[in-house]
């Protein structure tokens, strides 16, 4: 069975500065899948950003990109120019590559508080 | 296009009393799960279904039910709703293949008294 960690359970960051958020997954799969999201007030979930195991290149959206570090098991987000509209709690995911969709294992959360 | 749809949005319900919550999508996801969100705990996967007619178990299914008579539902039953089922309640869906996203409702919250 697949596990991922976020061992950061809060964090706190100033306006215009970049954060960056921890990730460690334990897997035997050779091909997955890893994913941020993230979960405003709101309660709606919204993918941030996703990641192929087989793609050596890290993956970038705007302001937010990873650092996928496959040996290691680890995929951090970074954040940067933080914005008050990145105050949320933020969830890894790991999908197990197969034939076709596979469910998501998520961590347990972050909470990010963005600080004016 | 609404995407995922659950209702409803708030429920309070009493311990013993049963309900089900609905989940609709109208993109012909093939693939739909539901998870629960508890406090420290993250998301748990409860049941997921590949297709009409087809349900599996997820981490924790006991006090579930689950079908899908159809492509558009996949409805979650309480039998018997006991307070360690207090809880927000998201459903997902998506295509079934490997690069596909998911899709998730915007939730249910769930309090058992």
């Known amino acids: 069975a697949q596990t991922v960690t976020q061992s950061q359970p809060e964090m706190s960051v100033q306006e215009a500065e970049t954060v960056t958020l921890s990730c460690t997954y334990d897997?035997?799969?050779?091909?997955?899948?890893l994913f941020w999201y993230k979960q405003p007030p709101s309660r709606q979930m919204i993918l941030v950003i996703r990641q192929e195991a087989y793609k050596q290149q890290n993956a970038t959206e705007n302001r937010f990109s990873v650092n996928f570090q496959k040996a290691a098991k680890s995929f951090s987000l970074k954040i940067s120019d933080s914005q008050l509209g990145d105050t949320a709690m933020y969830f890894c995911a790991f999908m197990k590559a197969g034939s076709g969709n596979t469910p998501l294992v998520f961590g347990k959360g972050t909470r990010l508080s963005v600080i004016a | 296009n609404a995407g995922v749809t659950q209702t409803p949005k708030f429920q309070v319900l009493k311990t013993g009393q049963s309900m089900t919550l609905q989940c609709a999508q109208d993109?012909?996801?093939?693939?739909m799960s539901w998870y629960r969100q508890d406090p420290g705990m993250g998301l748990r996967l409860i049941h997921y279904s590949v297709g009409a007619g087809i349900t599996d178990q997820g981490e924790v299914p006991n006090g579930y039910n689950v079908s899908r008579s159809t492509t558009e539902d996949f409805p979650l039953r309480l039998l018997s709703a006991a307070p360690s089922q207090t809880s927000v309640y998201f459903c997902a869906s998506s295509y079934d293949r490997v690069d596909s996203g998911y899709t998730f409702g915007s939730g249910t919250r769930l309090t058992v008294v």
């Open positions: 993109m012909n996801h093939e693939y």
């Open positions: 897997t035997s799969e050779s091909n997955y899948y």
